[in-house]
């Protein structure tokens, strides 16, 4: 099967140096800026809240990699247009960076009582539902404009609950419960485990196996 042709364009790219901007390195610095008033505050739910959130947005990103490796059609979601980086093919530099600081503001919202109930309903749950809708929102507009490209029927505009159970829930909630364990420790096992789960799976199904 030939890939789609904005499949195509993204491959094209794919890990070309020739892409590289310089715009990219005051961003990641912004990042680094964002993570380090945490860390000097000790905040370490929120470093490790965002961190989970950033992690658990690489492993959609490989199984949407593993998606067009074995369809050779399209990935779920594309991106290629203009970009400082296109790391897998729907993820560039911005898209990796954007998710990195996400994570470290949503978990700066959530209230402190993670017991409370809002309109009846327990604040983590509802703000992961307002914040993925929300998303989503973000994601048809850039659809819309071609920043991000969706070739299926069952991931589309017209269709866009899976973006929304499968694309975001699933990033707030976990973030939200590594920000929730009772100990720094059981944080950081938690965001060690996902780490872990991200760097083997990278390795495999890149340089060993060359799928992504």
């Keep these: ?21 310089w715009y990219a390195i005051p961003l990641f610095l912004l ?5 380090a008033q945490q860390v000097q505050a000790r905040r370490w739910p929120v470093v490790l809240g965002g961190l989970a959130f950033w ?7 490989i199984w949407n990699a593993l ?39 949503s978990v700066l919202l959530l209230p402190a009582d993670r017991k409370l109930k809002i309109l009846g309903i327990n604040n983590r749950l509802l703000f ?42 699933p990033f707030f909630l976990v973030a939200y419960w ?10 950081g096992l938690a965001v060690a485990m996902l780490g872990t789960v991200v760097a083997a799976s990278l390795l495999l199904f890149g340089p060993v196996l060359g799928w992504i």
């Design 55 to 61: 992690f658990m947005d690489w492993i959609n990103e």
């Design 178 to 187: 590594v920000h929730d364990r009772p100990s720094t420790g059981q944080q």
């Design 31 to 35: 990042v680094l800026y964002v993570y």
């Design 128 to 169: 992961a539902a307002v914040n993925s809708a929300l998303a989503v929102a973000v994601e048809c507009g850039l659809n819309a404009v071609g920043a991000l490209t969706w070739e299926y029927a069952w991931w589309n505009t017209g269709f866009p609950y899976p973006v929304f159970l499968i694309g975001y829930m």
């Design 67 to 105: 998606v067009f490796h074995f369809s050779q059609f399209a990935p779920v979601w594309g991106a290629p247009g203009d970009t400082a980086g296109l790391i897998l093919i729907g993820l560039n530099v911005e898209i990796c960076l954007m998710f990195a600081v996400l994570g470290v503001t």
């Design 1 to 21: 099967m030939l890939p789609a042709e904005s499949a195509a364009r993204a491959l094209a790219i794919l890990r070309d140096p020739a892409q590289f901007k």
